[in-house]
């Protein structure tokens, strides 16, 4: 097969991701705000480990070869990661435009490398550190185009939702760090029953507590998201098989377009100066990092 060709492929399996998890962040927008970021989070997880469990039914793996492994608290703690990530997340992206969440998401790419630098002793350049203060830029513009006003006419230089989003990508750079380490070791199959099972038992005892009664309909339809997580996985390991990541980078930020086109059809929301300034910001800083 030509180059070119299997290069298509692979960018097309990075736009299939995208548009999964774009729908997988605006799912407490989707449903008016009324089911908890927390709640989402664990119907996800728990009909991730349904997901999981069944392909490895279908594929007829012995369950011992998927649970034995001897770095158990490590996919504890990258579920840990991945709820406060999940959460505050959905949270963010509920409580402000779909687009200028989506932008400050894509800091977790700053947080990476800094936690590279500081856990696994990876070197970094000086054109990295340029790459990532323009990161930080275009989140400075974006936070602050959110930010709220108070009654009395001052101005907050920042907003919950920003905060949380900007919490969400930092947790979830924890995760890719600990996916880094684990994947050195362990089957993908292994990680994602691991992370799904470990997550979900983490939330039985908020989910008692805090349950919200919802509609059959969205409760089946949240079902989804697991699945729909397991798919957008998929579809990237598959893309980074084929191309490289130099490649595929740019197509990675269509997540971007996505979550502006599911705030204007959904929501109305039409992205603002500051969003297009600061998500222009951190594209070109993310760029910078993932060339070098």
Not at 8 to 25: D, E, K, M, Q, T
Not at 51 to 71: D, E, F, H, M, Y
Not at 73 to 96: E, P, Q
Not at 258 to 281: C, K, Q, R, S
């Amino acid at each position: 097969m030509p180059l070119l060709d299997v290069k298509i492929r692979a960018a097309l399996w990075v736009l299939g991701a995208a548009l999964a998890f774009s729908l997988l962040y605006a799912s407490g927008k989707l449903t008016g705000g009324l089911v908890p970021a927390i709640q989402i989070v664990f119907i996800r997880y728990v009909s991730g480990f349904a997901t999981v469990g069944g392909i490895a039914v279908v594929r007829r793996i012995p369950p011992r070869s998927i649970l034995n492994t001897g770095r158990r608290h490590l996919h504890f703690v990258r579920a840990l990661c991945g709820v406060g990530g999940g959460a505050c997340s959905i949270y963010g992206a509920t409580h402000m435009p779909l687009a200028d969440a989506s932008a400050l998401a894509l800091l977790q790419g700053v947080f990476v490398m800094a936690l590279a630098v500081l856990l696994l002793r990876e070197r970094v350049s000086m054109m990295q550190v340029l790459a990532a203060a323009l990161c930080l830029a275009g989140a400075v513009v974006i936070v602050r185009g959110n930010a709220p006003e108070a009654a009395a006419g001052f101005s907050f230089p920042i907003g919950i939702a920003p905060l949380a989003v900007i919490a969400g990508a930092f947790l979830t750079a924890c995760e890719v760090i600990l996916i880094k380490v684990l994947s050195r070791h362990e089957s993908m199959l292994s990680m994602l029953l691991h992370v799904n099972g470990f997550a979900a038992l983490l939330l039985v005892l908020p989910m008692l507590m805090l349950w919200q009664p919802a509609p059959a309909w969205e409760l089946a339809a949240l079902c989804l998201l697991g699945p729909m997580a397991i798919a957008g996985q998929m579809c990237n390991v598959q893309a980074y098989r084929l191309a490289d990541a130099a490649w595929l980078a740019p197509f990675g930020y269509s997540a971007l377009v996505f979550a502006a086109l599911i705030g204007w059809i959904g929501f109305g929301d039409l992205p603002t100066l500051a969003t297009l300034l600061g998500a222009a910001l951190i594209v070109a800083g993310g760029l910078l990092l993932i060339r070098r």
